[in-house]
T-cell receptor, first 117, second 111 residues
Framework: GAVVSQHPSRVICKSGTSVKIECRSL??????MFWYRQFPKKSLMLMATSNEGSKATYEQGVEKDKFLINHASLTLSTLTVTSAHPEDSSFYIC?????????????FGNGTRLTVT | GQQLNQSPQSMFIQEGEDVSMNCTSS?????WLWYKQDPGEGPVLLIALYKAGELTSNGRLTAQFGITRKDSFLNISASIPSDVGIYFCAGEETSGSRLTFGEGTQLTVNP
């Protein structure tokens, strides 16, 4: 149980374009989803916390107009990187929690490798 | 904010050796989690710890939740080549809250 699916796994886009990444909870209702960014050989850095039906909470230093998060349903959250630049190239990972059983841990999606050319 | 200090940063061992890594925190966590990440993949949960003092095993992996709730260790016994990867500890303050990650331990196993 507690499967999180992320799509696409890899995407290459040109500078100035926007890219949308999807995160789905497959067998549970995710009231909260978390979006992380990871640089090579570094740990996961939390970008924002997304609660279903409300605005996302962004971590300090993360531009909310740059990284648009939508969590319109209990099974889907999307991260849109707007007007992408090469420095946005990174590995983006989501995780989800919700109506988990007590003491059931967070599971992660398989990540999306974004390359901006 | 909360910080997790994970050590060592990297380890180079021979196949068959045992491995130990640990995390410490300046703050208390209610849950400690250990994940493994392969290149290009998301973190995969190895062991979850929910009670102070808890010792849990998953095959060749053993992890413990420190009594003070500020530390945890992960042991891997009789390492094999497929153990190669980055291991992360993570602390969760309350169920459903954000995770705080350690910096990771890069494990290399030489055949």
């Amino acid at each position: 149980g507690a499967v999180v699916s992320q799509h696409p796994s890899r995407v290459i886009c040109k500078s100035g374009t926007s890219v949308k990444i999807e995160c789905r909870s497959l067998d549970f209702q995710a009231t909260t989803m978390f979006w992380y960014r990871q640089f090579p050989k570094k740990s996961l850095m939390l970008m924002a916390t997304s609660n279903e039906g409300s605005k996302a909470t962004y971590e300090q230093g993360v531009e909310k107009d740059k990284f648009l998060i939508n969590h319109a349903s209990l099974t889907l959250s999307t991260l849109t990187v707007t007007s992408a630049h090469p420095e946005d190239s990174s590995f983006y990972i989501c995780s989800a929690t919700g109506d988990r059983e007590e003491n059931s841990p967070l599971h992660f999606g398989n990540g999306t490798r974004l390359t901006v050319t | 904010g909360q910080q997790l200090n994970q050590s060592p940063q990297s380890m180079f061992i021979q196949e068959g050796e045992d491995v130990s890594m640990n995390c410490t925190s300046s703050s208390i966590f209610n849950t400690w989690l250990w994940y493994k990440q392969d290149p290009g993949e998301g973190p995969v949960l190895l062991i979850a710890l929910y009670k102070a003092g808890e010792l849990t095993s998953n095959g060749r992996l053993t992890a413990q939740f420190g009594i003070t709730r500020k530390d945890s260790f992960l042991n891997i016994s009789a390492s094999i080549p497929s153990d190669v990867g980055i291991y992360f500890c993570a602390g969760e303050e309350t169920s459903g809250s954000r995770l705080t990650f350690g910096e990771g331990t890069q494990l290399t196993v030489n055949p």
